[in-house]
C-alpha cells in the first residue's frame, strides 16, 4: 500500500487523555501515540499488517466526533463531554486498567452470598447436634433394653379415663359417705364395769348427740366424744329412753356440722343403705347394704333391764359391737335410722358378730324421742290402751287381747276383751311383740285403723293412740 496512510477512523488515547479532534476525511492523519524520546527519531505509523501500539495499562477507542448541533447552548456544564445526555458526543468506551496498589476500592459483599459462620452458631451446632444424638440414643438404648429384658417388668396398663363408679359423685356411696362421716362420732363412757364404747351422729349444731341407751346406761352421767378428724371433746348425757333405746348427750362446742334426716317410712325393701360408726373400736368404719325388711319387730334387752320393743329396720349392712348408735343412711346421704342391734348364733354371754342380720331403730321415732328429752328430760311411751294375752286361734294368726283399761284408747275404739287383732295399720300381727313394737313407732295422737275378728266376724275400726300416764 505504499506510503500511503492507513487508518480504521478510530483513534487510540490512554485513560484521562483528552480526545483528539476527528481528522478530516482524506486528511493525512497526524502520528498516533505518545511523543517519540528526543533522539530517538520519529515513530512510523502503523501499517496495515502492524499490530496497533498499545499505550498504557489500557486502551479506548473513539470515532470521529460528529459536528455540534444546531441551536442553542445546552443548559447542563459538561453536555458535551457527556455521551449519554448529548447524543451528538463521540462515544467512548473506557477499559480499566491496572489499579495501583493501594488504591483497591472498599469491596462490596452480597448480601445473598453465604457469610461466615459466627462464634454463636459455632457453638449452637455442636450442642443441637449433640442432643439430638443423645435422644436417639437413649430411645434406641431404651428400646434394646425392654426387648432384651434389662428394664425389668413393666407393671400396670396405660392410664385410662376412670370409669364412673371412680369419679366419686356426689350420689355415690363414697359420695355419701364423704358427706356424713364428719358427723359421725365415737363414744366412750366409763361405769363401774370399765369402760364402754359406741358410736353416735350429731343431731344439732350446738352439740346434740344421738346414740343408743345401751351406750350410756351405767355411766356416771359423763361421756367423751370423739370426732371424725380425731379431736375429742367432754359431753354430758341429756337424757335417756330405756324402752326405746334411744339417749341423748351434748358436747360443749359449736360450730358442728348435724346429719339430714331421712324419712324411715319412705324406705322400702331393696334400697341401698350405709352402717357407720366405729365397730371393735375402729373408728370412721363404713359398710354398706341394703335395707332386707321392714317393721320387724325386736325385744330386746339384758338380763335384769328394760325389755326394748321397736318395729325395727332390718339390713344387711356389716353392723358389730361398737357399731351401736350409728346412723343407717340411705342413697341421698339421709340418716333414716339409728343402728341398735344384731342377730347371732353364739349362746348368750359369748362374743356375737356380724352374719347380716342388723337391726336399726327408724329415725322416725328416734328423732321424736329425741327432741322429747331434749326439750323435757324424757319421753312419751305411746300405748293402745290394751294388754296382749297370747297368739289368736284358728286361722288367720292375730294377737289376742287379755285385757282392754276401761278409758283407754282401745275401749273408745270399741275393742273388748277377747277380740283378736289381726292388723294395725295394715300390718298383720302374729306375735304379741308385734303389736307393742309397733304401736310405739307411732307418736301420741297417731289414729291407725285396726282390723280384728270377733268370734267369727271380722271387723275394722280406727284407734287414737295416746301416751303413758307415767
Not at 447524543?87 to 477499559?95: C, F, G, I, M, S
Not at 366419686?168 to 363414697?174: D, I, V, Y
Not at 342413697?331 to 348364733?345: F, Y
Amino acid at each position: 500500500m505504499g506510503g500511503t496512510d492507513v487508518t480504521d477512523g478510530w483513534e487510540w488515547r490512554r485513560d484521562g487523555e483528552t480526545p483528539a479532534p476527528a481528522r478530516p476525511t482524506g486528511a493525512e492523519a497526524p502520528p498516533v501515540g505518545p511523543p517519540a524520546a528526543p533522539g530517538s527519531g520519529s515513530v512510523p505509523e502503523p501499517s496495515a499488517g502492524d499490530a496497533a501500539p498499545v499505550a498504557g495499562p489500557s486502551v479506548a477507542y473513539a470515532g470521529p466526533p460528529p459536528a455540534p448541533a444546531p441551536g442553542p447552548s445546552p443548559w447542563w456544564s459538561d453536555a458535551l463531554g457527556d455521551p449519554w445526555r448529548d447524543p451528538a458526543a463521540p462515544a467512548a468506551v473506557v477499559v480499566p486498567g491496572v489499579v495501583a496498589a493501594g488504591t483497591e476500592p472498599e469491596p462490596v459483599i452480597d448480601p445473598d452470598a453465604p457469610g461466615r459462620p459466627t462464634l454463636r452458631n459455632l457453638l449452637l451446632i455442636p450442642v443441637i447436634t449433640a442432643l439430638l444424638a443423645g435422644t436417639l440414643g437413649g430411645a434406641l438404648g431404651y428400646a434394646f433394653a425392654v426387648r432384651g429384658g434389662a428394664a425389668g417388668t413393666v407393671l400396670g396398663a396405660e392410664a385410662a379415663d376412670p370409669p364412673a363408679l371412680a369419679q366419686r359423685k356426689p350420689e355415690s356411696l363414697a359420695g355419701v359417705a364423704e358427706r356424713v362421716l364428719p358427723s359421725v362420732v365415737t363414744i366412750r363412757v366409763s361405769s363401774l364395769g370399765g369402760t364402754s364404747e359406741g358410736s353416735g351422729f350429731i343431731a344439732s349444731a350446738d352439740g346434740h348427740v344421738i346414740t343408743n341407751d345401751h351406750v350410756v346406761a351405767g355411766s356416771s352421767g359423763k361421756a367423751s366424744v370423739v370426732f371424725n378428724d380425731g379431736s375429742s371433746a367432754a359431753a354430758t348425757v341429756v337424757g335417756q329412753d330405756p324402752e326405746s333405746d334411744i339417749a341423748v348427750i351434748k358436747v360443749n362446742r359449736t360450730g358442728l356440722r348435724p346429719v339430714e334426716f331421712g324419712d324411715s317410712e319412705a324406705l322400702a325393701v331393696g334400697d341401698p343403705v350405709l352402717a357407720m360408726g366405729s365397730p371393735l373400736s375402729l373408728a370412721n368404719t363404713v359398710t354398706a347394704g341394703i335395707v332386707s325388711a321392714l317393721d320387724r319387730t325386736m325385744q330386746a334387752g339384758e338380763p335384769g333391764g328394760p325389755t326394748r320393743y321397736y318395729a325395727a329396720i332390718q339390713t344387711d349392712a356389716a353392723v358389730n359391737h361398737g357399731n351401736s348408735g350409728g346412723p343407717l343412711v340411705d342413697g341421698a346421704g339421709r340418716v333414716v335410722g339409728v343402728n341398735s342391734t344384731i342377730k347371732s348364733l353364739v349362746a348368750d354371754g359369748q362374743e356375737a358378730g356380724n352374719i347380716g342380720l342388723a337391726f336399726a331403730i327408724p329415725i322416725n321415732q328416734a328423732k321424736r324421742v329425741t327432741q322429747e328429752i331434749i326439750g323435757t328430760g324424757k319421753a312419751r311411751r305411746t300405748v293402745i290402751g290394751a294388754q296382749v294375752g297370747g297368739p289368736g286361734a284358728g286361722a288367720g294368726g292375730g294377737v289376742r287381747l287379755a285385757a282392754v283399761e276401761p278409758s283407754g284408747p282401745a275401749a273408745g275404739a270399741g275393742l273388748k276383751v277377747g277380740d283378736v287383732i289381726l292388723k294395725l295399720d295394715g300390718r298383720p300381727m302374729t306375735e304379741p311383740t308385734d303389736l307393742i313394737a309397733l304401736v310405739r313407732k307411732f307418736a301420741p295422737g297417731s289414729v291407725v285403723t285396726v282390723e280384728f275378728r270377733r268370734g267369727t266376724a271380722r271387723r275394722n275400726t280406727s284407734v287414737t293412740l295416746a301416751a303413758d300416764a307415767k
